[in-house]
């Protein structure tokens, strides 16, 4: 029989090809091949029997063996995720790219022991042993060259609460960091092999065999050997006219047959019994480390299986993968990746595929420190039993709350939890102190936690709409949403109306709160709620619920947000209009918009930059106080916030100062220099942050906040992160 199952989360196909052996088996499963019976046993039953009754086993058995054989030849199930880049659509362009060349070993050298490059580790507690992933740092912290799933990693010692742990010591345990060797094996010579998509159909390249699937115009299917996969440093497609071009859409996918060492076993096996030779069964059976006559049973188990299945109607694409993985998963003795299966798309036409495949390799390494992703573990975790493929949770003391006895179980969020059969979720709360996990009502499901709260859970119901229960887990706000916030002590609920999103919003006991006009943004800021209707105009909503400011302003949710309790408003809906402060908390206009500022920034140690346009185009800017007064008169062209008692700013010639909350210059930096012949210097500078503290970025040179320069080893650490500005 020849089947393959393909299931993908766009699309699902089974196709099957249908090949019955021609043998029939007529001999008795007592104490044959059929039976359940030990190999030993099956070796000594062997030895008892002679002549014609030898014979007719030996025929029988190998009958049975060739049928078994036959039927599962060709056997392939898999399943993939793809992955597109792009949208797989066809272009009337075409983006040429460049001649395909290999980084060389200084290049990869330097990218992998650059002191900026970061390992992450990413535990899954398990038993007997958690695993492990690790993965590159974000952006100036990963490789440039390097993917991180190709380091070779070799554990050298794990650190829990600050403390080297044993290797006994470290099941169930979070660990904090572990010292790890990375190995980077990079290819250093290639070979080119040409796929010719309009002449052949397979590809020979040294022992191996490229098979095209498909081949239609800008869409390929191509299956490669699992071997020979892993040589694949790149592909490009090259269109009629020899344009080499990158692919828009691209999957790549294990392909699971049966194992290719236990199908030669057996065939070894087979011509055994086609020679009727018992001496060479049992020598075969006997030198055979594996116990070949299980992996008969299950090869037999997992045809019957298969046949008996072959009818079923799935529901969806979560049914057909969990069949998929749930065959993989009980035949896993018996299956194994044999090859990789490519689907890709290019946005022209192409009649050939470039595959660069890696002929000889090299090696670099390096000792890294790779931290826990997870910063803080949680208070009850879900653990792997690997000898039973269940689930369970444990605390973070390490003990075990509930036994392994579940599938596939999650945690959500605090004390809940979410186990999948099938295409099946049923969400469970655990309850530790009796050991139990409470099932939630048929059709709820977890949803979301919302944060810095322990009174208040998000829920589905099985139309998929969003509700909120309290810790007894009763209803408190219906379930016809589509998300929820909590601000202070306000429910902002997500709802749409033929299509277009509005916000809906309730007390903390479920009471609904009425706002004038349809809502369609609210910025929840921490101590107040911004609104803004469908017409553009804002208010504000207290954090108790009561609309303090009426919908009657233009507010910008980004920059018009200047403290706990000030905003900036305006009353026209223009470009260069006059902003006024209001007061969040009473209503209480502060400042009049028509007396105001071309721009006001956000209040820090009392003060705000304020700027105010001088003549025609020239903005001129100073600093305000709460209460809307001159504080540090204008005269400058630009400001950053204070901290610490000190700004920076830039006068009207261009140079750079610190000054203090008076407005006194404390220190002026040095003037950019020209290099060259360059008549054009401007001096600039930037106020940053780097973890709690604050620095100044002057003319490319950095200074701590009171204007002294920083440390060399300061500034590289500083440089090699991704920082927040803000530029004069």
């Known amino acids: 029989m020849l089947c393959k199952v393909i299931a993908t989360m766009n ?82 362009t075409m983006d040429s790219l460049s001649e395909f060349v290999l980084p060389s070993k200084e290049v990869i050298a330097a990218d992998l022991n650059h002191p900026g490059r970061k390992l992450y580790v990413e535990q899954k507690l398990a038993l007997p042993e958690s695993d492990f992933e690790f993965s590159a740092g974000y952006q100036q912290e990963g490789f440039q060259h390097i993917k991180a799933e190709d380091l070779k990693i070799d554990l050298q ?19 904090d960091s572990i010292q790890v060797r990375a190995t980077y094996q990079f290819p250093v010579q290639y070979d080119t092999l040409v796929l ?30 699992l071997d020979l996969s892993k040589k694949i440093i790149e592909y490009r497609g090259i269109t009629s006219g020899g344009v080499p071009i990158a692919a828009n859409s691209f999957s790549k996918f294990p392909v699971t047959g049966i194992d290719a060492g236990i199908t030669k076993e057996l065939q070894s096996l087979n011509k055994a019994f086609a020679d009727n030779n018992k001496d060479a069964v049992v020598l075969q059976l006997e030198k055979d480390p594996k116990d070949l006559l299980s992996y008969i049973q299950q090869l037999d188990a997992l045809y019957k299986e298969y046949t008996a299945d072959e009818n079923e109607k799935f529901e969806d694409d979560f049914e057909i993968v969990d069949y998929v993985k749930t065959m993989m998963q009980k035949y896993r003795d018996v299956l194994g990746v044999n090859g990789m299966q490519y689907e890709v798309k290019f946005p022209n036409e192409i009649t050939q595929i470039y595959l660069y495949v890696a002929r000889e390799y090299d090696n670099v390494n390096r000792d890294f420190t790779a931290r826990n992703l997870l910063e803080n573990s949680p208070d009850y975790s879900t653990y792997l039993d690997k000898e039973t493929n269940q689930y369970g949770i444990v605390a973070a003391n390490r003990e075990i709350i509930i036994p392994a006895s579940y599938d596939e179980l999650n945690l959500r969020a605090g004390l809940f939890f979410t186990e999948r059969k099938k295409a099946e979720f049923t969400s469970y709360r655990l309850n530790p102190d009796k050991r139990t996990m409470e099932s939630l009502p048929k059709g709820l499901d977890f949803f979301n936690v919302l944060p810095d709260n322990d009174d208040f859970y998000l829920f589905q119901n099985e139309d998929r709409y969003v509700g909120v229960l309290d810790k007894d887990l009763k209803e408190i706000i219906p379930f016809r949403f589509e998300g929820a916030e909590l601000c202070g002590d306000v429910f902002v609920m997500n709802a749409t109306h033929r299509g277009r999103p509005y916000k809906v919003f309730y007390t903390r006991d479920g009471k609904g709160i009425s706002i004038p006009g349809r809502i369609i943004a609210a910025d929840c800021s921490g101590d107040f709620i911004l609104l803004t209707t469908r017409e553009g105009k804002s208010g504000i909503l207290s954090n108790s619920g009561q609309l303090t400011v009426p919908l009657i302003y233009y507010i910008d949710a980004g920059y018009g947000i200047l403290s706990d309790k000030l905003v900036a408003y305006q009353t026209k809906n223009k470009r260069n209009e006059k902003q006024g402060i209001i007061n969040t908390l009473t209503g209480e206009i502060v400042v009049r918009a028509e007396d105001g500022f071309d721009w006001i920034g956000r209040f820090n140690e009392g003060l705000a930059v304020a700027s105010f346009v001088q003549g025609y185009y020239d903005r001129i800017t100073g600093y305000i106080n ?30 750079i100062h610190l000054i203090n909350t008076r407005g006194q210059v404390v220190k002026t930096f040095p003037d950019v220099v020209p290099e060259g012949d360059s008549y054009y210097v401007s001096n600039y500078g930037r106020q940053k942050e780097h973890e709690d503290s604050v620095y100044y970025e002057i003319n490319g040179r950095l200074y701590d906040e009171k204007g002294e320069p920083l440390p060399q080893d300061m500034v590289y650490k500083i440089k090699a992160m991704d920082n927040s500005s803000q530029k004069l």
């Open 196 to 225: 010719d998509l309009q002449r052949e159909k397979e590809i020979r390249y040294g022992n191996y065999t490229i098979k095209i699937d498909r081949s239609e115009g800008q869409e390929v299917s191509f299956s490669v050997p």
């Open 11 to 92: 699309r699902t196909y089974i196709i099957m090809a249908i090949v019955l052996s021609a043998a029939t088996f007529s001999c008795s499963q007592q104490n044959s091949l059929k039976s359940t019976m030990s190999e030993k046993d099956y070796i000594t039953h062997l030895h008892t029997v002679s002549g014609s009754g030898l014979e007719k086993q030996l025929k029988d058995d190998g009958a049975y063996l060739n049928g078994v054989l036959d039927s599962i030849a060709g056997f392939e199930l898999y399943y993939s995720f793809g992955l597109s880049v792009g949208d797989g659509s066809v272009s009337s």
């Open 157 to 175: 010692m794990m650190f829990a609460g600050g403390k080297a742990i044993k290797a006994d010591d470290l099941p169930l345990t979070w660990v």
């Open 626 to 655: 709460e209460a809307g007064d001159i504080a540090i008169a204008p005269q400058f062209l630009a400001g950053t916030p204070f901290h610490n008692g000190m700004a920076c700013v830039q006068d009207p010639d261009k140079k």
